[in-house]
């Protein structure tokens, strides 16, 4: 192929203005190129054997690896050669009409971005030439440097390697009429979470077929090469069946070859065009089988084996990213380029074809592009319980939990480690684990509600997979695993973050706080991840909420519930605790954050800010110490964290779904102003910062240092450092 400079071509379509180089026709264009096989008509190729779609996939192929290139050269930034070897695949499930396709391959965005430039969906964010996306790419509020909510088409974000099955396995939940392939490299293999988590849902669900993963496989990972590379087409296969996959079709470009390339993984786009396409037909043809399988209840794997960075600038690990000398004009850039230059054209042919895959841009047609419609849930049968009664909170909540379930079938609960364990039985009482063994005693039956892998990433997957495609779910977890299904959870908030729909907030309890689990010892004692999400509220969307008793918890489920684009954390105890609120003021405390809930009247004053439930005994305890001293005191408790920040403290108003409720310093005064204040949390220090940041009195923190064996929540207590008599003693002492 001759490429030429753009501006020597005439009639070139608008889109394609910023294009480095042009090429001539491929031999047969005339023949197989001109006319698009893709129409308003006609939304998928129907003869994967066709002689024009398997001319005009490969075509397609080419484009994309040439704007993938093209555009990460353009900011000599970016990661070109991972998708560039899954380039035919993209294209062939695209010219079928299947494209509502996640990805686990953040570093795969250009080619994504690629793809959704060239349906035209980048038009719905002001991206209509080559010249606009090359601009905009890895720029703000533009094409970001990995996959996100906010790119108009992209069916899910892609971050951590591990989590785009999570996605796919999600929507197919939601869709069974639609194909949801997601890809997945070498690399990706390597998490212990994305084989083990699709075998967990192939068993609970095993009538959800309706997704592929994709393995990209080409030998290499970022800087070296894959730790599979090694591994037999046979022992690849056979890998797959062994856990659990009905077909496993392998397309290797190495069969192919007609140009005696070395080694296991090569590069097709080094063929002769008639091998190219011979291996592009047997792509499509595979690809055409695959879908077919995965509709007809199979639980298929596609893969295509080619060398990292086919087409591209450079081969294997060194195709991965560029560096600050790779700009449009480095020689390779160049030569890669021009290697992939297709004529005007060709470029309006791939375009059509694009357009129309699947019925339209995914802009317009992606799952993730419209609102889910939500069965209407009523009115809550919230039960309020008299003050002083001992009530388990958890099981309060999982008394809802039970109804919206039973009223919303869509709904679907999460659990790694069991909700018996965590008071909350009533829940799979009320909806079932869902389980192939029906065992009353158990509460288990097929097509149960409660889904429980023994993998919290697992969880967290399919419960934040689903939020995000516009689904209402609850995660449970023991506060100590939680932190195992967190990377996808952050992802998934993130997203939401920037989504440009609503969508059900992604809603979690966390149970069996550290100081509930003495005699487990410190391997069950892990209140550290309150400080993963005090990093996380700076965010905007962020809502970790500490409800104080059984009837408080009820309100903030119900709050939950109602929220849109943000991450809700319920962290609650398991244990009998008294009623001290009624529903009224725990509605108050989410809107400031906080609720008084004792002031006793002194020479001095004392305020306690304390967040959790079981927190509070030691601190009602220390305030009546100080009462027979004559030293006031005042217990806060703080409900919601978030809200006692500033309003410049938290970027809210970035987020797509903004929520700029804070706690006015007026009001902020009335709740801690004291001669001293003391932050009480039986989890990390850091939930504390808003008090922290904004109060202007004597103050001191309490707080978890570490775990250790003990008898007793008191003996924790004890262990470190804030039990009743340290508690009081230190607000004497910043009295002075």
Request: proline letters at 5%; aromatic letters at 8%.
């Amino acid at each position: 192929m001759v490429a030429t400079p753009n501006n020597t071509i005439s009639a070139t379509p608008a889109f394609c203005e910023g294009i480095q180089y042009f090429g001539e026709p491929l031999e047969g264009f005339d023949e197989l190129g001109r006319i698009p096989v893709l129409s308003p008509d006609k939304s998928g190729v129907s003869d994967p054997r066709d002689r024009a779609a398997v001319f005009q996939t490969l075509l397609a192929a080419d484009a994309l690896r040439y704007l993938t290139l093209q555009v990460t050269a353009s900011k000599a930034s970016g990661h070109p050669g991972g998708f560039a070897s899954s380039a035919e695949a993209v294209a062939a499930f695209y010219m079928l009409g299947h494209k509502n396709m996640p990805t686990e391959v953040g570093h795969h965005a250009p080619g994504y971005y690629s793809a959704m430039f060239l349906d035209r969906s980048l038009e719905d964010m002001g991206i209509s030439t080559v010249n606009q996306m090359r601009d905009r790419y890895r720029e703000k509020h533009g094409l970001l440097g990995h996959l996100s909510g906010y790119i108009p088409g992209i069916l899910a974000p892609a971050g951590p390697l591990g989590q785009g099955q999570h996605f796919a396995m999600a929507a197919a939940l939601l869709h069974r009429d639609k194909l949801f392939p997601v890809t997945m490299g070498d690399g990706g293999m390597g998490e212990p979470y994305p084989i083990s988590s699709i075998a967990h849902f192939h068993t609970a669900y095993p009538e959800v077929t309706n997704f592929i993963p994709i393995l990209v496989w080409n030998g290499f990972s970022q800087e070296h090469h894959s730790m599979v590379s090694t591994k037999t087409n046979a022992e690849m296969i056979a890998f797959w069946q062994g856990n659990g996959f009905d077909e496993v079709i392998l397309i290797d470009a190495k069969d192919f070859d007609d140009r005696d390339q070395e080694g296991a993984y090569v590069d097709s786009t080094a063929f002769s065009l008639k091998q190219r396409l011979a291996f592009t037909e047997a792509v499509l043809v595979g690809v055409d089988k695959a879908a077919k399988f995965a509709f007809g209840g199979k639980l298929t794997v596609f893969i295509i084996k080619q060398l990292k960075g086919a087409g591209v600038h450079a081969r294997g690990a060194k195709s991965h990213n560029l560096y600050a000398h790779h700009t449009l004009d480095n020689i390779d850039i160049v030569a890669g380029l021009k290697a992939r230059a297709l004529n005007p054209e060709a470029w309006q042919t791939v375009r059509t074809n694009l357009e129309w895959a699947g019925g339209g841009s995914s802009s317009k047609t992606a799952v993730t592009e419209s609102v889910l419609p939500l069965i209407d849930l009523g009115t809550l049968p919230l039960e309020e319980y008299a003050i002083n009664e001992s009530k388990i909170s958890t099981t309060a909540m999982g008394r809802l939990v039970g109804y919206v379930g039973q009223t919303d079938k869509s709904y679907i609960v999460t659990n790694a480690d069991g909700n018996e364990a965590s008071g909350i039985a009533n829940i799979n009482q009320a909806l079932k684990i869902n389980h192939p063994t029906v065992d009353a005693l158990y509460n288990q039956e097929p097509n149960g509600q409660v889904y429980e892998p023994l993998s919290e990433d697992a969880c967290a997957g399919l419960a934040v997979g689903l939020a995000l495609m516009g689904s209402r779910t609850l995660w449970c977890s023991y506060e100590s695993f939680a932190i195992n299904g967190l990377p996808i959870w952050q992802t998934v908030t993130q997203a939401m973050a920037e989504l440009r729909r609503p969508t059900p907030a992604t809603v979690c309890l966390f149970t069996a706080g550290a100081l509930e689990q003495g005699r487990n010892g410190w391997t069950h004692q892990r209140p550290e991840i309150e400080g993963y999400f005090a990093s996380m509220m700076r965010n905007g969307n962020i809502f970790p909420l500490f409800p104080l008793d059984a009837n408080s918890i009820q309100v903030c489920y119900e709050w939950a519930l109602k929220a849109v684009n943000k991450g809700v954390v319920i962290t609650a105890s398991k244990s009998p605790l008294p009623i001290r609120t009624s529903f009224a003021q725990t509605r108050q405390a989410l809107e400031d954050g906080a609720i008084t809930l004792q002031e006793i009247a002194g020479s001095k004053k004392v305020v306690f800010a304390v967040i959790g439930d079981m927190m509070l005994l030691p601190v009602y305890e220390a305030a009546q110490k100080l009462a027979e001293q004559g030293i006031g005191s005042k217990i806060v408790s703080i409900v919601s964290p978030r809200r006692l920040y500033r309003e410049s403290d938290v970027a809210w108003n970035t987020c797509s779904e903004p929520d700029g409720k804070f706690l006015s310093d007026a009001d902020f005064e009335a709740f801690f102003a004291g001669d001293a204040l003391i932050g009480v949390v039986g989890g990390a220090s850091a939930m504390l910062e808003p008090v922290m940041l904004r109060s202007n009195s004597k103050r001191d923190v309490f707080a978890w240092k570490r775990g250790e064996t003990t008898a007793s929540a008191g003996q924790l207590f004890d262990f470190n450092g804030m039990n009743a008599e340290a508690i009081a003693n230190r607000a004497k002492q910043l009295l002075g």
